[in-house]
């Protein structure tokens, strides 16, 4: 069974910087195929695709409203995915999940089979 673990959220003031993580066990990223994934709720609002990343690490994804300011990263060796998040704006105040997929990436989150409980990431103007 896999399991992922966020962390690395936080509050944080507008044009600031956080870098989340996601720890995978019960996987091995070096021997299988599992895109990564991460996605954002904030209050009231629905689960927001935010960036997503190849198996493979060389391909990545993002929405307008993230691009240039957000990169997602991934090592392998540490079953480990990241996303840096800078220029933060009050408007990514949201909880951050990571998520894992089989093979290709996706932009939605009902295609994703696995994932973490979440980090708050809270942005303050």
């Known amino acids: 069974q896999v399991q992922l673990i966020e962390s690395g959220g936080g509050l944080v003031q507008a044009g600031g910087s956080l870098r989340l993580s996601c720890v995978a066990s019960?996987?091995?990223?070096?021997?299988?195929?599992?895109?990564m994934g991460w996605f954002r709720q904030a209050p009231g609002k629905e689960r927001e695709f935010v960036s997503a990343i190849s198996w493979s690490g060389n391909h990545t994804y993002y929405p307008d409203s993230v691009s240039g300011r957000f990169t997602t990263s991934r090592d392998n060796a540490k079953n480990t995915a990241y996303l840096q998040m800078s220029s933060l704006k009050p408007e990514d105040t949201a909880v951050y999940y990571c998520?894992?997929?089989?093979?290709?990436?996706?932009?939605?989150?009902?295609?994703?089979?696995?994932w973490g409980q979440g980090t708050q990431v809270t942005v303050s103007s």
């Open positions: 019960g996987v091995t990223f070096s021997s299988t195929r599992y895109a």
């Open positions: 998520a894992a997929r089989r093979n290709l990436v996706s932009f939605t989150s009902g295609e994703y089979q696995y």
